[in-house]
């Protein structure tokens, strides 16, 4: 198979980038769309020109490493996967593939099509964990999990923190990426205690680290490699409610004079 | 001079533990504060002990090439996690995993060190679920089991077909915590690139920052290296891209043995290989030889489609042969007879590369929906890569390198010969001897970080006077320097060849010579086409760029001059073992049947292996005694 490839090529994350238009030839439809590109790589490296930089590691799927936007779609046109499950039998002969880089304000550009989502880590470690020292843990089958619980926090847990939720955004929101994390734990008897704070401190760190709000157009579950739903979305603004409104928690900030405003 | 001393306690097996925990010193919580330790790679065994030993106080400097630590290989891992737990009362213990474990690895790893594996192993479980891993549960509410990968009781926990990410999602939020609270600075896309050693002590690292290039000294008062192992040597491996040897080897160079290179295991379900720029193999998990029974045509000559073919036509070969384990036998035994059918010719696929692994019995059995809730995602993995519907037509499936036992040599405190370099994970040689069963190699990893490094580290804190040395220290700069002049020289190459090609041609070398089988005239003759391709490799490499900027080519061919270095030392660790045992299979010691003939009087010893410069390496022998069970023969027939 012969494609047109139109690369977005950047240097930094403060210099401009621009498309650059490379030929792909006798591509094999056997071969993965990574595959293709490290093809094209060694073209490069061979005559002395600089690679595109992108990212992978596992090649199945599961590490979340790989992210273009292919033809415009967060890893591109197909359903429930990353662009590392992608195959050259999906694209048609002869036409232009357009490839980016995941664009948001909270994903600078480290290179080409590499972008830096520290953001994400940052917005675990404000919170999204189950604070539990090594040691001294109870026997798993103390505390009972039901079947379908347990299998809706998988549902949440399967995200693998690619970002394509933020990149196919038109707010470039984390939400979807929050939710699965936030509802994840939440539907488990051993989050329980931290549900609420957990809410909160997830919630501001992602507006924090500069990405926008939800719109609810549900781009992120359509290009998301887990077909993670926007579900988690709706049980993240209620955990948020519950957390903020309906169940504020125990008083933690006690004022200093209680008796202030009547004064 | 290296002096094997393994530190294995004495007394009962039982107690042995237990007695070594209360043995050793601890280090005052006013004292942890002012040591600082470095943990290399965050996967199961390096994001658990990171994670651990921030809580315990230490502080931590944390490194990885990923992008984010949540990247590592651990999470590729499919199929579950054994422990002991006994949930289903169908007879096991702890004392069972202990000895399937060590039967599974041919009797060449520790007793000890299995024992304690095996222990520590139904705590993991536990450790899991406090910090939120949704493991598969019941109806009821309880934890799932199933059987797994070649042992006869149900003991392996899983999370659908995910279960690697998920506890290394659970090892990850416990660090993110730890970072959270300042205990651990965690240096993402940073790079080990060689050891610094003291005095005799591991006291840092040298690292390359992958996005500014800058090349940077980092001192500790302990170095601990969970940095994964090496399958990727053979090009084509079911490892993650960026899997490499470097840290490992670069520890070696410095002085710490490693042990047992040679025992690599190949996965016998893979997706097979279909065309030359394949970069990677996609493992299967193995639990789809539960329900999946593997055949080929009887005559080699029979190029109908699988449906086609009638029940009496067709050879369950892994039933035929082994009646008692069938298609669950281990994986090398599988593995090797399923490359045994396809020499033949029997083979299927365009290539001739593979086997049927066909899933209509239990179809019909139980029913589409609980197969597909079972490997679901698996199933649909499979149709993305080959373009086929294995509800409808059997997949096929290939042998492709997985996971290598091998690793850096440790003694029962997971101490390499260098003190303070402590090794945990798939990076050091510990606890599966030659070969590793079905899902215990997220048990090692989270037993070794969780439950037993921070132990015996705290002892060697304790009794060890490390001052603060500063980072422009002689051997420190040596060390720099060091990392410094291979980066330029990657970058000198007159540009002809990339650094691909040459590890395809690696991989070729070694697959062939030190693949499935191994031979001695197989095995010369690699170690006499390597040196040569290593010396093209300086001459010939293209690597465009600078050193001082994000530059992945650079990354890449310094990976790949390690395995064309460290190809040297698998060659000749398999020609040293004159045996069959585990994944190590020597033709010429077979039986008639094509069974592995093992050799205990002459090998049942731990080959670790002293680097020397520009010579052949020394081997020294640590003799593995079998106080508590009598080595026996694996038959699986």
Same mark, same amino acid.
Request: proline fraction near 5%.
């Given at each position: 198979m012969n494609f047109t490839l139109k690369v977005w090529r950047q240097r930094g994350a403060g210099e401009r980038g621009r498309f650059v238009i490379y030929p792909a030839r006798d591509v094999s439809p056997a071969m993965s769309f990574l595959e293709m590109l490290d093809v094209l790589n060694q073209q490069l490296v061979l005559k002395g020109q600089e690679p595109v930089a992108f990212e992978s590691d596992c090649r199945e799927g599961i590490c979340g490493s790989c992210s273009l936007v292919i033809n415009g779609i967060p890893h591109g046109p197909d359903r429930g996967v990353a662009t590392c499950q992608l195959y050259m039998r999906r694209f048609t002969e002869g036409t232009t593939i357009t490839i980016e880089p995941w664009r948001a304000k909270a994903f600078p550009i480290i290179r080409d099509l590499v972008v830096d989502r520290g953001a994400l880590d940052r917005v675990m470690q404000a919170g999204g964990y189950i604070s539990s020292n090594t040691g001294g843990a109870v026997d798993g089958n103390t505390i009972l999990i039901g079947k379908d619980r347990a299998e809706s926090a998988m549902d949440a847990a399967s995200c693998i923190s690619c970002g394509a939720c933020v990149a196919a955004c038109k707010n470039a929101s984390a939400m979807l990426f929050v939710a699965a994390k936030v509802s994840h734990l939440a539907l488990l008897p051993q989050g329980e205690p931290e549900r609420a704070t957990r809410a909160k401190a997830l919630m501001k760190a992602m507006d924090r680290e500069g990405f926008g709000s939800c719109g609810n157009q549900y781009e992120c579950e359509a290009v998301c490699p887990k077909s993670i739903s926007v579900h988690f979305i709706a049980a993240f603004n209620r955990e948020f409610l519950r957390a903020t409104v309906a169940e504020p928690g125990p008083l933690t900030e006690i004022p200093s004079d209680p008796h202030a405003e009547f004064r | 001079m290296i002096a094997l001393d393994s530190k294995v306690p004495s007394g009962p097996l039982e107690t042995k533990w237990d007695r070594h925990r209360f043995?050793?010193?601890?280090?005052?919580?006013?004292?942890?504060?002012?040591?600082?330790?470095?943990?290399? !790679?965050?996967?199961?065994?390096?994001?658990?002990?990171?994670?651990?030993?921030?809580q315990l106080g230490y502080h931590v400097d944390c490194f990885c090439f990923h992008d984010s630590p949540r990247r590592a290989h651990s999470i590729a891992a499919q199929g579950g996690i054994n422990a002991a737990k006994n949930y289903q009362d169908d007879g096991d213990s702890v004392a069972r995993l202990f000895y399937d474990t060590i039967k599974g690895g041919d009797f060449r790893s520790r007793e000890a060190n299995v024992y304690r594996l095996a222990q520590v192993s139904t705590q993991i479980i536990d450790q899991c679920v406090a910090l939120g891993v949704p493991f598969a549960r019941e109806y009821g509410g309880q934890l799932a089991n199933r059987s797994f990968g070649g042992v006869q009781v149900s003991r392996t926990f899983y999370c659908r077909g995910q279960t690697g990410q998920q506890l290394?999602?659970?090892?990850? @939020?416990?660090?993110?915590?730890?970072?959270?609270?300042?205990?651990?600075?965690?240096?993402?896309?940073?790079?080990?690139?060689?050891?610094?050693?003291?005095?005799?002590?591991a006291r840092g690292i040298v690292a390359r920052d992958l996005v500014s290039g800058k090349i940077a000294v980092h001192t500790a008062q302990a170095v601990v290296l969970a940095t994964g192992g090496y399958s990727n040597i053979f090009y084509l491996s079911t490892n993650a891209t960026g899997s490499n040897v470097t840290a490992t080897y670069r520890a070696w160079k410095q002085g710490a043995a490693f042990a047992n290179p040679c025992f690599t295991q190949i996965h016998p379900t893979a997706i097979p290989p279909s065309e030359e720029h394949q970069a990677k193999l996609t493992l299967m998990s193995e639990s789809l030889r539960n329900d999946g029974r593997i055949w080929v045509p009887k005559e080699a000559s029979d190029r109908r489609s699988p449906d086609q073919i009638p029940e009496a036509e067709r050879d369950y070969f892994l039933e035929r042969r082994y009646p008692r384990f069938g298609n669950l036998v281990p994986r090398d035994v599988a593995s090797r007879a399923v490359k045994a059918i396809c020499d033949e010719g029997r083979g299927v696929g365009p290539v001739g590369h593979g086997v049927y692994l066909d899933f209509s019995d239990v179809i019909a059995r139980e029913g589409l929906g609980l197969v597909r809730e079972r490997y679901g995602n698996l199933f649909d993995m499979y149709q993305r890569i080959t373009g086929e519907d294995a509800y409808e037509v059997?997949?096929?499936?290939? #042998?492709?390198? =997985?996971?290598?036992?091998?690793?850096?040599?440790?003694?029962?405190?997971?101490?390499?010969?260098?003190?303070?370099?402590?090794?945990? %994970?798939?990076?050091?040689?510990?606890? =599966?001897? $030659?070969?590793?069963?079905?899902?215990?190699?997220?048990?090692?990893?989270?037993?070794?970080?969780?439950?037993?490094?921070?132990?015996?580290?705290?002892h060697y804190l304790a009794t060890t006077k490390n001052g603060p040395i500063s980072h422009d220290h002689a051997e420190a700069r040596i060390a720099a320097d060091r990392v410094t002049m291979r980066t330029t020289k990657l970058l000198q190459g007159n540009g002809r060849r990339t650094a691909a090609s040459f590890h395809r041609a690696l991989g070729r070398i070694m697959w062939n010579a030190c693949g499935m089988a191994r031979h001695r005239a197989g095995l010369k =003759?690699?170690?006499?086409?390597?040196?040569?391709?290593?010396?093209?490799?300086?001459?010939?490499? $293209?690597? #465009? !760029? @600078?050193?001082? @900027? /994000?530059?992945?080519?650079?990354?890449?061919?310094?990976?790949?001059?390690? /395995?064309?270095? &460290?190809?040297?030392?698998?060659? =000749?660790?398999?020609?040293?073992?004159?045996? @069959?045992? %585990?994944?190590? /299979?020597?033709?010429?010691?077979?039986?008639?049947?094509?069974?592995?003939?093992?050799?205990?009087? %002459?090998?049942?010893?731990?080959? $670790?292996?002293?680097?020397?410069?520009? !010579?052949? #390496?020394?081997?020294?022998?640590?003799?593995?005694? &079998?106080? &508590?069970?009598?080595? $026996?023969?694996?038959?699986?027939?």
């Amino acid at each position: 198979m012969n494609f047109t490839l139109k690369v977005w090529r950047q240097r930094g994350a403060g210099e401009r980038g621009r498309f650059v238009i490379y030929p792909a030839r006798d591509v094999s439809p056997a071969m993965s769309f990574l595959e293709m590109l490290d093809v094209l790589n060694q073209q490069l490296v061979l005559k002395g020109q600089e690679p595109v930089a992108f990212e992978s590691d596992c090649r199945e799927g599961i590490c979340g490493s790989c992210s273009l936007v292919i033809n415009g779609i967060p890893h591109g046109p197909d359903r429930g996967v990353a662009t590392c499950q992608l195959y050259m039998r999906r694209f048609t002969e002869g036409t232009t593939i357009t490839i980016e880089p995941w664009r948001a304000k909270a994903f600078p550009i480290i290179r080409d099509l590499v972008v830096d989502r520290g953001a994400l880590d940052r917005v675990m470690q404000a919170g999204g964990y189950i604070s539990s020292n090594t040691g001294g843990a109870v026997d798993g089958n103390t505390i009972l999990i039901g079947k379908d619980r347990a299998e809706s926090a998988m549902d949440a847990a399967s995200c693998i923190s690619c970002g394509a939720c933020v990149a196919a955004c038109k707010n470039a929101s984390a939400m979807l990426f929050v939710a699965a994390k936030v509802s994840h734990l939440a539907l488990l008897p051993q989050g329980e205690p931290e549900r609420a704070t957990r809410a909160k401190a997830l919630m501001k760190a992602m507006d924090r680290e500069g990405f926008g709000s939800c719109g609810n157009q549900y781009e992120c579950e359509a290009v998301c490699p887990k077909s993670i739903s926007v579900h988690f979305i709706a049980a993240f603004n209620r955990e948020f409610l519950r957390a903020t409104v309906a169940e504020p928690g125990p008083l933690t900030e006690i004022p200093s004079d209680p008796h202030a405003e009547f004064r | 001079m290296i002096a094997l001393d393994s530190k294995v306690p004495s007394g009962p097996l039982e107690t042995k533990w237990d007695r070594h925990r209360f043995t050793e010193k601890l280090v005052s919580p006013n004292n942890k504060q002012h040591i600082k330790i470095i943990v290399v !790679g965050t996967g199961l065994a390096g994001a658990s002990a990171a994670s651990t030993l921030g809580q315990l106080g230490y502080h931590v400097d944390c490194f990885c090439f990923h992008d984010s630590p949540r990247r590592a290989h651990s999470i590729a891992a499919q199929g579950g996690i054994n422990a002991a737990k006994n949930y289903q009362d169908d007879g096991d213990s702890v004392a069972r995993l202990f000895y399937d474990t060590i039967k599974g690895g041919d009797f060449r790893s520790r007793e000890a060190n299995v024992y304690r594996l095996a222990q520590v192993s139904t705590q993991i479980i536990d450790q899991c679920v406090a910090l939120g891993v949704p493991f598969a549960r019941e109806y009821g509410g309880q934890l799932a089991n199933r059987s797994f990968g070649g042992v006869q009781v149900s003991r392996t926990f899983y999370c659908r077909g995910q279960t690697g990410q998920q506890l290394l999602l659970g090892a990850y @939020s416990a660090l993110c915590w730890q970072i959270e609270r300042g205990q651990v600075a965690m240096h993402p896309r940073t790079e080990m690139l060689d050891l610094i050693v003291i005095d005799g002590h591991a006291r840092g690292i040298v690292a390359r920052d992958l996005v500014s290039g800058k090349i940077a000294v980092h001192t500790a008062q302990a170095v601990v290296l969970a940095t994964g192992g090496y399958s990727n040597i053979f090009y084509l491996s079911t490892n993650a891209t960026g899997s490499n040897v470097t840290a490992t080897y670069r520890a070696w160079k410095q002085g710490a043995a490693f042990a047992n290179p040679c025992f690599t295991q190949i996965h016998p379900t893979a997706i097979p290989p279909s065309e030359e720029h394949q970069a990677k193999l996609t493992l299967m998990s193995e639990s789809l030889r539960n329900d999946g029974r593997i055949w080929v045509p009887k005559e080699a000559s029979d190029r109908r489609s699988p449906d086609q073919i009638p029940e009496a036509e067709r050879d369950y070969f892994l039933e035929r042969r082994y009646p008692r384990f069938g298609n669950l036998v281990p994986r090398d035994v599988a593995s090797r007879a399923v490359k045994a059918i396809c020499d033949e010719g029997r083979g299927v696929g365009p290539v001739g590369h593979g086997v049927y692994l066909d899933f209509s019995d239990v179809i019909a059995r139980e029913g589409l929906g609980l197969v597909r809730e079972r490997y679901g995602n698996l199933f649909d993995m499979y149709q993305r890569i080959t373009g086929e519907d294995a509800y409808e037509v059997p997949m096929r499936i290939y #042998p492709a390198p =997985h996971y290598t036992m091998g690793g850096l040599w440790v003694d029962y405190n997971l101490m390499s010969t260098i003190p303070g370099l402590f090794v945990v %994970g798939e990076a050091n040689f510990a606890d =599966h001897g $030659a070969n590793r069963l079905g899902a215990s190699s997220l048990m090692q990893g989270l037993a070794d970080g969780y439950f037993i490094l921070p132990y015996t580290i705290g002892h060697y804190l304790a009794t060890t006077k490390n001052g603060p040395i500063s980072h422009d220290h002689a051997e420190a700069r040596i060390a720099a320097d060091r990392v410094t002049m291979r980066t330029t020289k990657l970058l000198q190459g007159n540009g002809r060849r990339t650094a691909a090609s040459f590890h395809r041609a690696l991989g070729r070398i070694m697959w062939n010579a030190c693949g499935m089988a191994r031979h001695r005239a197989g095995l010369k =003759h690699a170690l006499q086409t390597i040196p040569p391709l290593r010396h093209d490799f300086w001459r010939e490499i $293209a690597v #465009p !760029g @600078s050193g001082e @900027s /994000f530059n992945q080519e650079l990354e890449y061919a310094g990976r790949v001059a390690d /395995f064309l270095e &460290f190809a040297e030392l698998l060659c =000749h660790d398999a020609l040293h073992r004159e045996e @069959s045992c %585990g994944a190590h /299979f020597r033709e010429e010691h077979q039986t008639v049947d094509g069974e592995p003939v093992r050799d205990d009087k %002459g090998f049942a010893h731990v080959a $670790a292996w002293e680097h020397v410069p520009n !010579g052949a #390496p020394i081997l020294y022998k640590e003799p593995l005694t &079998f106080e &508590f069970i009598k080595p $026996a023969m694996r038959s699986y027939q």
